[in-house]
Structures are given as structure tokens and as C-alpha cells.
């Protein structure tokens, strides 16, 4: 599986809106929050790997 890097772009709610920072992309990717860790903010960078989010430095 590969892995991928993410910022928190936004939050509306139950959803964040993921930015790939890993990769030149310009859509945003919309997630369900209960799909990511509990302390997201908007900022937070996130690594995507088998199937699961991890909030990374």
C-alpha cells in the first residue's frame, strides 16, 4: 500500500477537508472526522497508511 501526507485544509463539522502535501494535487479530499485521530485542527498533518490516519510532526 502506499502512503500519503496530509494537512487538515478545513473542518465543517463531521467532515475535514484533506490537502495532499506529497503530491502536486488540487482537489481537496473530504473525510468523515470519525475516520481521523481525535486532536486534528486545522494545520494538523496527517499520514495516510493502510487505511488509517496518524497525525504526524
Do not use: C, F, H, W
Amino acid at each position: 500500500m502506499d502512503t500519503m501526507y496530509y494537512i487538515v485544509d478545513s473542518i465543517d463539522g463531521d467532515y475535514a477537508n484533506l490537502k495532499r502535501i506529497d503530491k502536486d494535487v488540487d482537489d481537496l479530499l473530504l473525510v468523515a472526522r470519525a475516520l481521523l485521530p481525535e486532536d486534528i485542527k486545522v494545520g494538523t498533518k496527517l499520514k495516510y497508511e493502510m487505511l488509517q490516519y496518524e497525525i504526524i510532526d
